[in-house]
Nanobody, 122 residues
């Protein structure tokens, strides 16, 4: 069992930055692939980024490539999402999730956090 708690969301102007954190409970955090997803108002939840258990492999959806960076610190049981050059279309609730597979598919993630709101004003 893994419990996930996101933090770091907030209100930022376009072009600004935020760093999201996701703290995980449990001693097996290092064995999980971790992903970030987001749900914008009126839209379905969508994949943002994923990082392997070791941190050696990452993948991003096209709309955030070059602007967002995912990382993890297994000693701290925490995964991060550094978001730079934010745009109004990045406004969403951001969720972290844990999976046993390196995947972009929502249904392959077993554990989810409660989400943190990110609002980007124009």
């Amino acid at each position: 069992q893994v419990q996930l708690v996101e933090s770091g969301g907030g209100l930022v102007q376009a072009g600004g930055s935020l760093r999201l954190s996701c703290a995980a409970s449990g001693r097996t955090f290092g064995s999980y692939v971790m992903g970030w997803f987001r749900r914008a108002p009126g839209k379905e939840r969508e994949f943002v980024s994923v990082i392997s258990w070791s941190g050696d492999s990452t993948y991003y959806t096209d709309s955030v490539k070059g602007r967002f960076t995912i990382s993890r610190d297994n000693a701290k049981n925490t995964v991060y999402l550094q978001m730079n050059s934010l745009k109004p279309e990045d406004t969403a609730v951001y969720y972290c999730a844990a999976s046993t597979s390196f995947t972009t598919l929502t249904r392959r993630y077993d554990y989810w956090g409660q989400g943190t709101q990110v609002t980007v004003s124009s």
